[in-house]
């Protein structure tokens, strides 16, 4: 069985810029996770999705963050203008949510530099 | 408070040695527990679910405390390859919401 894909797995961008993250979770799996990590901490929760609804995105920087999951699949986050203090590496994970199976599985994440 | 609080390390043992981890949660409602293992720059991985009644796989062996609202991960024999960062992960299981501790830094030397 696949895991969580995620892409790019490194992006190094000019402060100011646009950037995007792809998130294609386990087959299945109704929530999807974005997470920040920044060195030496635990994943941060940013948003959570419950099929197509964002359900908990009280931790997203709404001014200059902003996500999707269309037609509760796939995933997108995406950062404009991006600032230095963006830098970290950005998770995506998904789990069924039901049960014993609240277990999550991680993708390999996205490390993003912002010079 | 912070909802999942770790011993940030570093834990340096020796081969052989058997090494425990310790981790608090703030919120009493929280319903699920976990333990995930972190190498350096990859993902984190899961490494076993918490059960009430305690659980073993191989070397390894979770407890859970609710009284104290702590859980624990003893590592026995450790191995070379056990070097990684441990996340105490706790779920409050009124949604899917998971909150991680920062990690505990574990280096196994020859």
């Known amino acids: 069985e696949a895991g969580v894909v995620q892409s790019p797995r490194y992006k190094i961008i000019e402060k100011k810029q646009p950037v995007a993250f792809w998130c294609n979770p386990i087959?299945?799996?109704?929530?999807l996770y974005w997470y920040l990590q920044n060195l030496g901490q635990g994943p941060e929760l940013l948003i959570r999705?419950?099929?197509?609804?964002?359900?908990?995105d009280s931790q997203l920087p709404k001014d200059r963050f902003s996500a999707e999951r269309l037609k509760g699949v796939d995933s997108t986050l995406k950062i404009q203008p991006a600032e230095l203090g963006d830098s970290a590496v950005y998770l995506c994970?998904?789990?069924?949510?039901?049960?014993?199976?609240?277990?999550?599985?991680f993708g390999p994440g996205t490390r993003l530099t912002v010079t | 408070r912070k909802e999942v609080e770790q011993d940030p390390g570093p834990f340096n043992v020796p081969e052989g040695a058997t090494v425990a981890f310790n981790c608090t949660y703030s919120?009493?409602?929280?319903?699920?527990f976990f333990w995930y293992r972190q190498d350096c720059r990859k993902e984190p991985k899961l490494l076993m679910s918490?059960?009430?009644s305690g659980n073993e796989d191989g070397r390894f062996t979770a407890q859970l405390n609710r009284a104290s609202q702590y859980i624990s991960l003893l590592i026995r024999d450790s191995k070379l390859s056990d070097s990684a960062t441990y996340l105490c992960?706790?779920?409050?299981?009124?949604?899917?919401?998971?909150?991680f501790g920062t990690g505990t830094s574990l280096t196994v030397i020859p």
């Open positions: 994970a998904s789990s069924q949510g039901q049960g014993r199976t609240y277990e999550q599985y």
């Open positions: 087959s299945g799996h109704n929530t």
């Open positions: 999705y419950e099929n197509e609804e964002a359900v908990d």
């Open positions: 919120n009493s409602a929280s319903q699920s």
């Open positions: 918490v059960y009430s």
């Open positions: 992960v706790v779920n409050r299981g009124t949604g899917n919401q998971f909150y």
